[in-house]
């Protein structure tokens, strides 16, 4: 037996030799870990640098525009403080349910779904938690989660550069990349900017950029209105030598079709935002396989 004491790193992935009971039992808990995340292909951080571009309304229409091509999808939300994927996926006051000390995805239109808020009693209950109890959160979602075999995990970050992606991006093992959102001003380009600066920093790679609310089409007369400028999406991509991937328009029946629960890509798959995701996936699809 080593002796732990002047050995033991805590990394048991790298020691074959001790027959510490703890450490063997960390070993396993590693090497199921890791035989998880090798049946999930690709894992996709969706982030942005504000609050309110659609980081969520991306993430949900991406993930079902992946299953609509025949992909095997999850949907992972770890915005612990304010998950809107359960209300934007038809699921709010749906509870997880558990087979075998495992935890079960809740499924729409054949996308696996984990959200905090399928832990709590009352959906309205506020979480105080401080970096590490997230952290905890993240770890069992992606490790005790029956996740089975994907394509792709799509996982949606809170706003900003905090606890929740880093902790998603320490933990996560094998292919990983990120998806930035913005919308057209200035100042959330701003805020992007530091989101790709986080990714450098972690060496993320970066699929590309989305912009969002990208222009009101008027459903009377076609007539474009870009509320919000245009182009500052594309300006950004260009300066970061980020590929853009697409625009999506501002159109009040995502808004609608996301408070009810039931995404605009399944209800209106002919509207300019399900053709902008059938252009934005592409890159996704695209994706080479480890
Ligand atoms: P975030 O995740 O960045 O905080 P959400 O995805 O929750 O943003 O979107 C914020 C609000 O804006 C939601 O009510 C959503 O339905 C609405 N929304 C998002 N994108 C659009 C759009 N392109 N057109 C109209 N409303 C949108």
Not at 50 to 54: A, I, L, Q, S
Not at 145 to 150: I, M, R
């Given at each position: 037996m080593t002796d732990k004491s002047q050995?033991?790193?805590?990394?048991?992935?790298?020691?074959?030799?001790?027959?510490?009971h703890s450490c063997s039992e960390a070993r396993a808990k590693e090497a199921r870990f890791l035989a998880q995340m090798a049946k999930i292909k690709h894992k996709i951080l969706v982030l942005s640098g504000?609050?309110?571009?659609?980081k969520s309304t991306v993430a949900v229409n991406l993930a079902l525009s992946l299953a609509l091509e025949g992909r095997r999808v999850g949907l992972l939300d770890v915005?612990?403080?304010?998950?809107?994927i359960p209300t934007m996926m038809g699921l709010k006051g749906a509870h997880a349910a558990f087979a075998n000390d495992r935890i079960i995805p809740l499924e729409v239109a054949n996308v696996k779904v984990i959200s905090v808020?399928?832990?709590?009693?009352?959906?309205?209950d506020a979480l105080i938690w401080r970096g590490p109890m997230k952290q905890g959160a993240i770890q069992q979602f992606l490790e005790d989660?029956?996740?089975?075999?994907?394509d792709y995990l799509l996982i949606d970050c809170p706003?900003?550069?905090?606890?929740e992606p880093l902790s998603v991006c320490q933990l996560i093992k094998g292919d990983t990349h990120a998806i930035v959102v913005t919308t057209p001003q200035e100042v959330a380009a701003a805020d992007v900017r530091k989101s790709i600066n986080f990714c450098e920093q972690l060496g993320l790679p970066i699929v590309g950029i989305i912009e969002n609310m990208s222009g009101f089409v008027c459903p009377h007369c076609n007539k474009v209105t870009n509320i919000f400028k245009q182009g500052g999406g594309e300006n950004l991509a260009a300066k970061a030598k980020l590929p853009f991937l697409g625009r999506i328009p501002i159109d009040p029946l995502i808004a609608e079709c996301s408070d009810a629960g039931s995404p605009m890509i399944h209800k209106h798959p002919d509207s300019a935002m399900a053709k902008a995701f059938a252009d934005i996936i592409q890159p996704l699809l695209a994706l080479p396989e480890e």
């Open positions: 050995s033991c790193d805590q990394k048991c992935s790298s020691c074959s030799s001790c027959s510490d504000k609050g309110g571009v659609g915005d612990i403080h304010g998950p809107s808020d399928f832990f709590l009693e009352n959906t309205d989660v029956e996740w089975g075999e994907l706003p900003g550069t905090g606890d």
